[in-house]
């Protein structure tokens, strides 16, 4: 590739890069798997934004804390300021939020917007839970060292100080997986220390997750989604840099991608893909399905005929409802059926 294209490229990646964007996740080889269905019997510090009953508290650049009640978070809960970062404590000692509310980790796509976040996140909130929102841009993808490893390390770092949180469940899409993984790579290092974060995790949705080789087309579609030239400009200059920064960038793809198959989190999956996804490749969504079904993980798959990425909700609302309540229900989390409306739909 020219140096003339990757001048013109680079400074456009990186001011995207100082706006909210979404998370990876990867995967890895093909293989044939069984379909089947679940049926149902830095910092910014504390800053606090309300809207009705709904609060958020952003963290982070990419981490924000929405939760159902106005509950002013204390003043020095950033990483920076507390001497235990991220922790939900009361100023005069004592756990902040005593009502022992599970937790849903929710990391978006690439570029998503905070109004379709927050549109999964209601789902969780009708239900009880707090939401930590996470993200990931694309200069932070590029980049894990300054960017994706900083984003996984502060997750852990809020799952490990805020033990209140005992069941969290993930909803990851698209590149999610990437941060995911190196959150994995650093639990891995020492699995006795970060074994209630483990265990604490109850349930994982996994929508339209991609591997590396999947990270150019998805960065160029979410970047430039009805710009041809630039969508391709794009796609090239990711598939240069992957091939080119091994150290920088593509080892630390590789390693989530192998983290991501090799899960040491055994809690039960649903996973969401289509088989006309041009990004999230359904081959590879279901070689990493089987993969975590040989290693006890109870495992759950919708897959559809067709279905945009990351739009399985958009395209398919009522059938993406359906699973997901009845993964909730088969984990033990439902506590309002009727907050969760859905009609009677036949399956695709």
């Given at each position: ?23 990876i996740t990867?995967?890895a ?6 379909k089947?269905?679940?049926q149902?019997s830095?910092t ?11 609060s958020?508290h952003n963290?982070t650049?990419?981490l ?14 950033s990483?920076?300021?507390?001497s235990?970062p991220f922790?939900l404590?009361?100023?005069?000692g004592g ?8 937790l849903c ?14 549109k999964?996140a209601?789902f969780y909130?009708?239900?009880?839970f707090?939401v930590l929102?996470?993200s990931?841009n ?6 894990p ?11 852990l770092?809020?799952?490990l100080n805020?033990p ?6 993930l909803h990851?899409?698209?590149i ?10 650093l639990?891995?290092?020492?699995q ?5 974060v483990?265990?604490?995790i109850?349930?994982?949705i996994?929508d ?6 999947g990270i ?6 979410a ?5 041809k ?12 840099h ?9 080892q ?10 090799n ?9 969401f893909c ?11 969504v ?6 975590w ?12 005929k067709?279905?945009p990425?990351?739009s ?6 009522e059938?993406y ?10 984990i033990?989390?439902?506590?309002y059926?009727?907050k ?5 739909v036949?399956?695709n």
């Open positions: 590739m020219s140096r003339k294209i990757i001048k013109e490229i680079f400074p456009v990646l990186k001011t995207i890069g100082r706006g909210t964007g979404g998370p990867m995967l080889p093909r293989s044939r798997f069984v089947f269905t679940l149902c830095t910014m510090g504390s800053m606090m934004i309300t809207a009705r009953n709904l958020t963290l650049k990419n924000s804390l929405i939760t159902n009640t106005p509950r002013p978070l204390p003043a020095k809960v990483k920076k300021e507390s235990v922790a404590i009361r100023p005069g756990v902040l939020l005593e009502d022992k509310r599970p980790v929710l990391m978006g796509w690439l570029m998503a917007k905070k109004k379709h976040i927050r999964y209601q909130l009708d239900q009880g707090d929102s996470v990931c694309p200069y932070q993808l590029l980049f060292e300054n960017g994706g490893k900083i984003i996984a390390k502060d997750l770092t809020f799952l805020n209140q949180y005992n069941q969290t469940t990851g899409f698209s999610s997986g990437f941060v995911w993984g190196q959150v994995m790579a639990m891995s290092e020492d006795e220390k970060y074994h209630r483990i265990n604490g109850v349930g994982q996994w339209s997750p991609v591997d590396v080789e150019s087309q998805g960065m160029g579609t970047l430039f989604p009805n710009n030239f630039l969508k391709f400009a794009i796609e090239a200059y990711v598939s240069f992957v091939n080119t920064f091994q150290e920088a960038a593509t630390h793809y590789i390693q989530s991608s192998v983290l991501f198959h899960s040491i989190v055994k809690a039960p999956a649903l996973f289509s088989e006309d996804d041009p990004v999230a490749f359904h081959y590879i279901e070689r990493a399905a089987e993969r079904e040989r290693n006890g993980v109870q495992v759950f798959m919708k897959t559809w067709s279905s990425h990351v399985h909700m958009w395209r398919h609302p059938e409802k359906a699973e997901m309540k009845a993964f909730l229900d088969k033990g989390l439902l506590r059926p009727d969760f409306h859905v009609k009677s036949a399956s």
